[in-house]
C-alpha cells in the first residue's frame, strides 16, 4: 500500500533522530513506528537509473527479505541542505578554506525552487548556528564569510551531533554537505563511537574535502596539512552519502553536480517494525535488476524486527 505525500513528509519528520542540542551526549535511539529508507540507484559510469518499480527491488535486513508497503520515487524533489564547515586551524592550511568555497558556491547556484539550506560551523567544542535554514543563498554565503578557521577541532563530537540539527528542514529528502579534512584532535567521543552513533542516521552526509585528488593515501597518523579520506569516506558511506575530494573550484563543481543528480533521483522504500523483538542495529542491503550497478543506501536501522516476506507463496 502505498502512503500519501503528507504522510511520507510526516514520517520524515518523526524518523528517530538522536536528542542532542549543543552536548555531545546522545540519547539511546528507541524502536520506531516506522523505518524509511531512501535509496539511489546507479548504472554504467555512476548514472542514476530512474525508472525503477518496485518488482525491481528487494529489500533485505540481515540478509532477510522484508514485507515493504512503501515505494516511492522522486526525480526533481526540492532538498534541504544542512552545510556544516570545519572550523579548525587545519581548516586554514593548504588552500583547504578556498576550495570549501567554492563548493559551498556552487551549492548556492545550483539550488532548485523549494530548496533551502541551513549553515553550521563546528571548532574546539561544539557546533554552532551560523545561518537558521532559509532559501536566501545570499545569508548563507555572506555567514561563510565569517568562519575563520582558527584552533583544534572536536571532528567526532560535530558530526554525532549534526542529524538532530537538521530537524528544522522542511523537505522530506534532506542531505548534510560537510566540508572537512576530517581531522580530530579535540572531541570526547572516539572514531568508533561515532561510527555506533552514525548506526540508523536516515540523512545521508556528503563529504566534500579539500585536498589535491592526486596525492596518494597514506598509512597511519595523518599530517594536519592533509586529509583524513578514510574517516570521511566511512562517514560517507554509512549513511549512504559519498566522499568527494578536490582543492580547486572545478573539482567541487563537478562533485555538486553529482550529489545534486543523486538527491533528486531518490527513491523511498519503508515498512513498520513489528514490535517484537531487542531493539538492535539492523544491517540494510538492496538487490535489484542486472542494469543497476551499485546502489547508495545507509548501512541501517536500530530497532525492532521488519516484518519478513512470505516467500513460500
Known amino acids: 500500500m502505498r502512503q500519501p505525500a503528507f ?4 514520517l520524515a519528520l518523526v524518523f528517530p533522530l538522536f536528542g ?3 552536548d555531545v551526549e546522545i540519547a539511546d535511539t528507541v524502536s520506531v513506528n516506522y523505518v524509511m529508507i531512501p535509496f539511489t540507484a546507479l548504472g554504467a559510469n555512476g548514472v542514476p537509473i530512474t525508472d525503477l518499480r518496485q518488482r525491481d527491488v528487494k529489500l533485505l535486513v540481515d540478509g ?5 508497503d512503501l515505494f516511492e520515487r ?7 541542505f544542512s552545510i556544516i564547515i570545519d572550523g579548525s586551524g587545519s581548516m586554514a592550511l593548504a588552500g583547504k578554506m578556498e576550495a570549501a568555497r567554492a563548493g559551498i558556491q556552487t551549492l548556492i547556484a545550483s539550488a532548485k525552487p523549494g530548496d533551502e539550506f541551513a549553515l553550521f560551523m563546528f571548532d574546539n567544542r561544539r557546533v554552532h548556528d551560523v545561518v537558521p535554514f532559509t532559501s536566501d543563498g545570499a545569508a548563507i554565503l555572506k555567514g561563510l564569510d565569517s568562519v575563520k578557521p582558527y584552533g583544534k577541532t572536536a571532528f567526532f563530537d560535530a558530526i554525532a551531533a549534526m542529524p538532530a540539527r537538521t530537524e528544522e528542514s522542511k523537505n522530506p ?3 548534510i554537505i560537510l566540508v572537512s579534512d576530517g581531522i580530530d584532535n579535540a572531541s570526547r567521543l572516539t572514531k568508533l563511537q561515532l561510527a555506533a552513533k552514525l548506526e540508523g ?15 596518494p593515501r597514506k598509512k597511519g597518523p595523518v599530517s594536519e596539512t592533509l586529509t583524513d579520506l578514510d574517516v570521511l569516506e566511512e562517514v560517507a558511506a554509512s549513511t549512504g552519502g559519498k566522499l568527494f575530494i578536490g582543492n580547486k573550484p572545478q573539482h567541487f563543481a563537478s562533485a555538486v553536480m553529482a550529489l545534486d543528480r543523486a538527491l533528486r533521483a531518490q527513491y523511498l ?9 531487542a531493539v538492535k542495529y539492523r544491517r540494510i542491503s538492496l538487490e535489484t535488476v542486472a542494469r543497476v550497478r551499485s546502489v547508495r543506501v545507509r548501512a541501517g536501522y536500530k530497532g525492532t524486527e521488519p516484518p519478513t516476506l512470505n516467500t513460500s507463496r
Open 74 to 80: 522522486s526525480m526533481n524533489a526540492p532538498v534541504s
Open 269 to 277: 522504500i519503508g515498512f513498520p517494525p513489528t514490535g517484537t523483538g
Open 64 to 68: 532477510v527479505p522484508v514485507k515493504t
Open 20 to 22: 542532542q542540542t549543543t
Open 7 to 10: 504522510l511520507i513528509a510526516l
Open 173 to 175: 529528502t534532506r542531505a
Open 201 to 215: 542516521v536516515s540523512i545521508p552526509i556528503y563529504a566534500l574535502a579539500p585536498r589535491d585528488p592526486r596525492l
